[in-house]
């Protein structure tokens, strides 16, 4: 049996130490893929919202104010994605989102790795074991709450 | 204008294409994967028929997906 929390039914799942449910925003272009998500992380007890790579335009992200981002970086679109990231990160309201890169294109992860490293973003290769990218969500929010903890004590 | 030699344009076009191959195989894989493990988990749980119908269903449209990949694989191999 797998380990961890994860066989806790959604609705039992914790929110999080400070009673506050995590939202998640998953991107992706393909809806099966985006059900998946949405699935998986309700399951976890986030609070998730879905989006497509049509509505490339970060309105609706600052709307949104997700906790964090599920960026799926898709090769065989790479500009789109690659484009997205970097708008993210230099636009101010969004630029402190924590986000976590699904992505199967292995090497061209490997060399963007040094520019992901230094954006803050966390990489899970596909196809991923779900508790794989449950653990790296978690591992980001914790680290992202610790942060700002240090920061507000600072 | 596109002053790119002929056979660096070729090569391009091929990496363009392997790269949407890639992706259509990926993408679906990606989607089994996370739902046998969802099933396997629902199913523990005993969770209810319509949770394990939504996986089942969508294990079945990913298989669908490969299999015209497949297909349209071959179709090009033989043209």
């Not at chain 1, 790795?113 to 899970?124: F, K, N, R, S």
């Not at chain 2, 070729?10 to 191959?21: F, G, I, K, M, N």
């Amino acid at each position: 049996m797998p380990s961890g929390s994860s066989l806790i039914p959604s609705s039992l799942s914790p929110p999080s130490l400070d009673g506050h449910r995590s939202h998640i925003l998953a991107i992706n272009n393909d809806s099966a893929v985006l059900a998946l998500f949405r699935d998986l992380l309700e399951e976890a007890g986030y609070q998730v919202s879905t989006q497509t790579y049509v509505d490339r335009d970060l309105t609706q992200i600052k709307a949104l104010k997700p906790d964090l981002i599920v960026l799926d970086y898709m090769w065989a679109n790479e500009d789109a994605s690659w484009s997205l990231l970097q708008m993210l990160r230099m636009d101010p309201a969004t630029a402190s989102i924590p986000i976590v890169l699904c992505t199967g294109a292995v090497h061209e992860v490997k060399a963007l790795q040094e520019h992901l490293v230094a954006m803050g973003v966390t990489v899970v290769l596909k196809p991923f074991n779900i508790d794989q990218l449950v653990d790296a969500i978690r591992e980001r929010l914790g680290a992202d709450r610790a942060l700002r903890s240090i920061d507000m004590e600072g | 204008m596109d002053e790119a030699a002929p056979e660096v344009r070729s090569r391009t076009q091929h990496q363009q294409e392997w790269a949407v191959l890639m992706h259509d195989l990926r993408t679906p894989l990606t989607v089994l994967m996370g739902r046998v493990q969802l099933l396997r988990r629902h199913m523990r749980r005993g969770d209810d028929a319509v949770q394990i119908d939504t996986d089942l269903e969508a294990i079945e449209a990913a298989i669908v997906r490969l299999t015209a990949t497949v297909e349209r694989l071959d179709r090009d191999r033989r043209s």
